[in-house]
């Protein structure tokens, strides 16, 4: 029996495509599976389902490449945040070192978190505070080439990073979505097929070789 367990979902179908499309141009084939239920009917029936599973399967392609597109957009500004944030941090540390205040203010003091959500955190309380005390930190900032402009860039890169990971998240969830459709769309498909062969295999049963036509391989 052939189906997406031994074959990939991509070979599945076209499978599926070349046995309802010979089975109704092969003459000896048609008037076999006829004599068995599957007139054109059926087989249009068949078609359909078949039809439907390429599109739900084409269409969770999509969204997959989607979900990678908005994800690679998310990561790249992740990392253009994160190296400035890192350089900014390590010119605050020397500038305010004699300052555990300031430090803590800052959230400069500890190591700095992996975890996406505690990551932002601190990066979001830097630059608030950076940029709400100017009088008392920004002048010392500027020692270290760290610009009101660079700051409010910061800022702008937060707002940026939380929006593509807003999307990211939205494509993820439709990419779900699109994959849980597309299973059901080739059970449907795989039990459809499965019978077919099935009565395949006996209206062929005289001569096996026909079923060479629908891509199943006969021993010689």
Do not use: C
């Not at 029936?45 to 390429?54: C, H, M, V, W």
């Not at 070192?97 to 309380?125: F, H, M």
């Not at 807003?166 to 299973?183: F, H, V």
Request: net charge negative.
């Amino acid at each position: 029996m052939v189906t997406k367990k031994t074959l990939s979902e991509a070979e599945a179908l076209e499978q599926y495509r070349v046995s309802l499309t010979n089975v109704e141009i092969q003459p000896e084939l048609a008037t076999s599976m006829a004599e068995f239920g599957y007139d054109t009917t059926v087989i249009a029936e068949g078609k359909t389902l078949l039809a439907e599973t390429r599109q739900i399967f084409d269409l969770n392609k999509t969204e997959d490449d989607e979900t990678s597109e908005a994800y690679a957009a998310f990561q790249t500004l992740k990392e253009q945040l994160d190296a400035t944030y890192r350089m900014h941090r390590k010119k605050a540390k020397v500038i305010f070192r004699n300052d555990p205040q300031i430090l803590e203010e800052l959230a400069l003091t500890g190591s700095l978190s992996n975890a996406y959500i505690k990551w932002l955190e601190t990066v979001r309380r830097f630059y608030n505070v950076a940029g709400s005390r100017d009088a008392q930190i920004q002048p010392k900032l500027l020692r270290l080439k760290i610009t009101a402009e660079d700051i409010t860039n910061a800022m702008g890169l937060i707002a940026d990073l939380e929006a593509a990971r807003g999307e990211y998240l939205r494509e993820k969830g439709e990419s779900q979505e699109a994959t849980r459709a597309k299973d059901a769309a080739f059970e449907r498909m795989d039990d459809w097929m499965s019978e077919f062969y099935a009565v395949a295999k006996i209206a062929m049963e005289d001569k096996p070789q026909l079923l060479e036509a629908l891509g199943k391989l006969v021993r010689s």
